[in-house]
């Protein structure tokens, strides 16, 4: 009988450490590169010979990471009574921060505000495109979880 009350409780902690897993990969190719620079010496890849390869694995990393982390915090608040609102305010969020620095950059130097008329600003550009995806799915999960709420209200 315990194994069934258990049960919820299993599936919520599941749920936030699938969220804990993405934030851990996103932590350890970003700020954590000297440990997994070292951990993948372990396996024989270093950064000198193995640039491409090493430059693929923080990729890899960092979107799996996001994915992770997404899944994990929609899985665990799609059952609160403000998740619906909570999906619309972080999509919103990543979406101002993921493109605002590339749309900034673009738009002052279409303006003359910046020496190069074109810049290539590729950390703004890599940061668009790993936040953007995950905006959009983020936006249109809380809308329809919105939506599907009023439905049911109605």
Not at 83 to 89: C, N, Y
Not at 92 to 108: E, K, Q, T
Not at 127 to 150: D, E, H, K, N, Y
Request: proline share 4%.
């Amino acid at each position: 009988m315990s194994e069934l009350s258990n049960a919820p409780a299993r599936r919520r902690l599941a749920q936030w450490g699938v969220a804990l897993l993405g934030a851990a990969m996103i932590a350890l190719a970003t700020v954590g590169l000297g440990v997994l620079f070292r951990l993948l010496a372990l396996v024989g890849l270093h950064i000198q010979t193995n640039d491409g390869t090493v430059g693929a694995i923080i990729m890899l990393l960092i979107g799996a990471g996001l994915f992770l982390l997404i899944t994990g915090l929609v899985l665990a608040l799609a059952r609160s009574r403000n998740a619906a609102w909570w999906l619309i305010d972080s999509g919103l969020v990543l979406l101002c921060l993921g493109s605002g620095p590339l749309l900034a950059i673009i738009s002052a130097a279409k303006l003359g505000l910046t020496r190069d008329p074109h810049p290539n600003p590729v950390l703004e550009g890599m940061l668009a495109g790993f936040t953007f995806i995950p905006a959009i799915v983020l936006l249109i999960c809380g809308l329809v979880m919105l939506a599907w709420r009023r439905y049911r209200a109605a």
